[in-house]
């Protein structure tokens, strides 16, 4: 979020005189004439990047790369109507009752109910895949002091879908930076990029060095 600052007026006095006024109107008609050259540049193969490197650069620029609190959960989602909605809960309810952790996924496999997981979700997801309006058990996830709980069934009501939904929790992720392992793809480029730079920038520095113009 942007940061605001009210504006106070300055109390340094404005004052001009005339050497500097003189002053101001030279160096606006000054005119100067420059050659340049563009030289674009693009992926350069010979260009490598150790691991070393990679986590020398990460180790110096921890902070480019923070992480918000997250969790990782997996969740199931059955469908239901106005027809069969009793019957569908009471069979969501028995197979799920007192369910551990590990045994979340078999169940649901074993009993054809759609299963999925997330991955660091964040506090304010408010969507599991196109399952919307499910902040009550993002809320859910985030209240859980340890990993290893199994929600209640939630009801989800999507226009003119319904759902039942239950979420296990698989982790807590805390707030803190993203691992070498996850930085190391942007890192990587970084440093190639900058490596591809620095070598064409060699190679066109010896080509006009002590050269008087570039025709």
């Known amino acids: 979020h942007p940061y605001f600052s009210p504006s106070i007026p300055s109390t340094r006095s404005s004052v001009s005189n005339s050497l500097l006024a003189e002053e101001n109107i030279k160096n606006s008609n000054n005119v100067f004439d420059v050659e340049f050259v563009l030289v674009p540049f693009g992926t350069d193969t010979t260009v490598t990047v150790s691991d070393k490197e990679i986590e020398e650069y990460y180790n110096a620029h921890k902070n480019l790369f923070p992480v918000q609190e997250s969790r990782n959960i997996e969740y199931i989602v059955v469908e239901f109507n106005e027809e069969n909605e009793e019957p569908v809960l009471a069979q969501v309810d028995s197979v799920f009752n007192n369910v551990k952790i590990d045994d979340f996924r078999q169940v649901a496999v074993d009993n054809g109910f759609f299963y999925d997981t997330i991955e660091n979700m964040p506090m304010y997801a408010n969507s599991f895949g196109s399952v919307a309006k499910v902040e009550n058990i993002v809320k859910w996830a985030y209240k859980e002091s340890e990993a290893g709980a199994v929600s209640d069934v939630y009801t989800i009501e999507n226009g003119d879908e319904s759902f039942f939904v239950i979420a296990a929790l698989n982790k807590i992720n805390p707030e803190g930076y993203s691992s070498l392992e996850q930085a190391k793809p942007f890192i990587e480029t970084v440093l190639l ?19 008087t113009d570039l025709k």
């Open 193 to 211: 990029n900058e490596k591809a730079a620095d070598s064409k920038l060699a190679e066109v520095s010896a080509k006009v060095g002590g050269m």
